[in-house]
């Protein structure tokens, strides 16, 4: 009687492991990338957003946010900008960027598509977020978002 | 030894459930309930109560906001409540112990730009309109803007609203509880729109608006826990393809930037240089 009870345990705990799966992969979804998100206001140079690439520092990637300002427009160019940074990070690679979007010409349909929802919610989200202690910045309203990982893109010569 | 086994099945059965997925709006409703509906067997829980705190230009007694209408008494205070709200019903009915009073607060978040964004927040008491506010505001808006009205007892709340839009707009509504506790987002859903003239009734979650087509539409709102509501309702929804929408669920875009190079320790920049990057034709 023992060991049907095993047997039960091991055949709860196979059905279980698909579940668990399926969840651990709706954190992290393949496609997505996650970055953070930081209530910012007085931003240097009069930014709305502000990419920081933080090479020694958890989290690495963060988006510092005017709300009083930004629009989901504004940080969808955040978010590019973080893209062109990861893939450009050239001599610098290791090093401490900051980065500031001057324009951006989003995606075709942005507002309906699921990206530009995204960012709407993204802005939403950190409304509503509790303060968090942050290294390096502080005791700061943030929430980590996950996000659609933006394409690769090219890079236009200056 | 029997029980053991019915306890592991149990255990067994219950994690095999797995999460279910939340149904989006239940459609245009906009008849109050007359009588104080039966709670459904599976009552949602209630949230965790969540301050919000507003930016100045978000408030709706803020420099930024603008209200018309007749409303309940806003300067009231509300009194201490000795327990969270509890959602009993899926057309937001909200009961509570205690001496509390509650503020009811609809809000509507909006894409693009809008010549006039209009929203009517009814709250019901047991089948009777108690309190309406109605909210006026010219202008784009990205974040949710509020209107209230001060009752007390069991409440129905419902949720109207309309706007003339100036291009491609959709809208979003969600109403939320004040207490001395704190916020809770009882509910929030999004809104389906009906033209008064021409516009075909769209799908949740989002609703595109022709051009200068002047919209108005109700709908129920399903009451969520304040933690799911955070979340995203937007998220649980699986896109929909409302008139002339993308959901091509595309990131990226063209966008250029001026980057520094930082030195933490002493906080100097060095200038880099601006940077075009995109998904530009070949």
């Known amino acids: 009687?023992?060991?049907?009870?095993?047997?039960?345990?091991?055949?709860?705990?196979?059905?279980?492991?698909?579940?668990?799966?399926?969840?651990?992969?709706?954190?992290?979804?393949?496609?997505f990338t996650s970055v953070t998100l930081v209530s910012a206001s007085n931003l240097p140079r009069g930014a709305k957003v502000l990419v920081e690439r933080r090479a020694a520092l958890h989290p690495r990637d963060v988006i510092l946010v005017d709300l009083d300002r930004a629009t989901p427009h504004?940080?969808?160019?955040?978010?590019?900008?973080?893209?062109?940074?990861d893939q450009r990070a050239g001599e610098h690679a290791g090093s401490s960027l900051r980065a500031s979007p001057k324009s951006y010409t989003p995606p075709r349909g942005f507002e309906q598509s699921r990206f530009g929802r995204e960012m709407k919610l993204g802005l939403v989200r950190l409304l509503a977020a509790p303060e968090t202690t942050l290294a390096g910045i502080g005791r700061v309203q943030s929430v980590a978002i996950t996000v659609v990982q933006p394409r690769v893109g090219k890079f236009k010569g200056h | 030894m029997t029980t053991t086994r019915y306890v592991v099945v149990g255990v067994c059965l219950l994690a095999a459930v797995g999460c279910e997925q939340i149904d989006p709006v239940t459609g245009p409703d906009p008849t109050p309930p007359t009588t104080v509906p039966v709670a459904p067997a599976d009552v949602p829980p209630t949230g965790t109560l969540q301050f919000l705190e507003l930016p100045a230009t978000m408030r709706w007694?803020?420099?930024?906001?603008?209200?018309?209408?007749?409303?309940?008494?806003?300067?009231?205070?509300?009194?201490?409540?000795?327990?969270?709200?509890?959602?009993?019903?899926?057309?937001?009915?909200?009961?509570?112990?205690?001496?509390?009073?509650?503020?009811?607060?609809?809000?509507?978040t909006f894409f693009a730009n809008w010549a006039q964004q209009e929203l009517d927040l009814f709250i019901y008491r047991e089948g009777s309109l108690l309190a309406t506010r109605r909210w006026v505001e010219t202008g784009?808006?990205?974040?949710?803007?509020?209107?209230?009205?001060?009752?007390?007892?069991?409440?129905?709340?419902?949720?109207?609203?309309?706007?003339?839009g100036n291009g491609q707009s959709s809208h979003i509504a969600e109403v939320r509880l004040f207490t001395t506790q704190?916020?809770?987002?009882?509910?929030?859903?999004?809104?389906?729109?009906?033209?008064?003239?021409?516009?075909?009734k769209c799908a949740p979650p989002v609703c595109n608006l022709r051009p200068q087509t002047a919209v108005s539409s109700n709908a129920r709102v399903t009451p969520r826990p304040a933690e799911a509501s955070m979340t995203s309702d937007?998220?649980?929804?699986?896109?929909?393809?409302?008139?002339?929408?993308?959901?091509?669920?595309?990131?990226?875009?063209?966008?250029?930037?001026?980057?520094?190079?930082?030195?933490?320790?002493?906080?100097?920049?060095?200038?880099?240089?601006?940077?075009?990057?995109?998904?530009?034709?070949?």
Request: proline letters at 5%.
């Open chain 2, 234 to 282: 937007i998220d649980q929804c699986a896109p929909t393809s409302p008139p002339g929408g993308d959901q091509s669920g595309e990131s990226g875009g063209e966008v250029c930037y001026e980057v520094w190079l930082v030195y933490p320790d002493t906080g100097t920049e060095i200038y880099l240089g601006d940077v075009c990057y995109g998904d530009y034709a070949t």
């Open chain 2, 182 to 200: 704190g916020w809770t987002a009882v509910a929030r859903d999004h809104v389906s729109g009906t033209s008064v003239a021409e516009q075909a």
């Open chain 1, 1 to 31: 009687m023992q060991s049907l009870t095993i047997l039960l345990s091991l055949a709860c705990v196979l059905a279980i492991a698909p579940v668990r799966r399926s969840i651990a992969q709706a954190a992290n979804p393949p496609g």
């Open chain 2, 61 to 108: 007694d803020g420099p930024g906001g603008t209200t018309s209408g007749t409303g309940a008494n806003q300067d009231g205070i509300a009194a201490a409540s000795t327990m969270a709200p509890v959602i009993n019903d899926y057309f937001v009915v909200v009961g509570w112990g205690g001496t509390a009073t509650l503020e009811g607060y609809a809000y509507m």
């Open chain 2, 140 to 164: 784009s808006s990205i974040l949710p803007r509020q209107s209230v009205a001060l009752t007390t007892g069991e409440l129905n709340v419902g949720v109207s609203c309309g706007a003339v």
């Open chain 1, 74 to 85: 504004d940080l969808a160019a955040a978010v590019q900008t973080l893209a062109a940074l």
